[in-house]
């Protein structure tokens, strides 16, 4: 999924979803710089990135980021695997129909500015 964000994401963070013995890993791929518009009357926008980021969630161990790291690849790959195709309107229905996971678009959107909140205080790989 394509993302904007106001600091460099690296190539991958590693979350421990509270309550839980698993963990996210968001994964990013084609980091650049862009501008990012305020609204739509914002003519010089601010200073961000744009990315391609995918998630895979797993079980938590000492070692995770440690094997995201060496095994970057696989775990992109299953990360694409995991995402859903919107380009196609029947293919992208099929799939959410078939998502067992209840997609609350207030809680991706706090979830992001948390994300970027510990990504702007160095806490996160």
């Known amino acids: 999924m394509k993302v904007q964000g106001m600091v460099n994401p690296g190539s991958f963070t590693v979350e421990e979803?509270?309550?839980t013995k698993r963990s996210l890993v968001r994964l990013y791929q084609n980091v650049e710089a862009c501008k990012i518009a305020k609204d739509s009357e914002d003519k010089e926008g601010l200073d961000g990135f744009q990315y391609d980021e995918y998630c895979v969630e797993?079980?938590?161990?000492?070692?995770?980021?440690?094997?995201?790291r060496e095994?970057?690849?696989?775990?992109?790959?299953?990360?694409?695997?995991?995402?859903?195709?919107?380009?196609n309107d029947a293919l992208f229905r099929a799939q959410k129909n078939t998502d067992s996971?209840?997609?609350?678009?207030?809680?991706?959107?706090?979830?992001?500015?948390?994300?970027?909140?510990?990504?702007?205080?160095?806490?996160?790989e």
């Not at 696989?74 to 995991?82: E, H, V």
């Open 58 to 68: 797993v079980e938590s161990w000492p070692g995770l980021a440690a094997s995201v």
């Open 71 to 87: 095994n970057y690849d696989t775990y992109l790959a299953k990360g694409k695997d995991n995402e859903v195709d919107r380009s």
């Open 101 to 124: 996971i209840v997609q609350d678009t207030d809680a991706m959107s706090v979830d992001h500015e948390y994300r970027l909140t510990l990504l702007e205080l160095g806490l996160s």
């Open 17 to 19: 979803i509270p309550g």
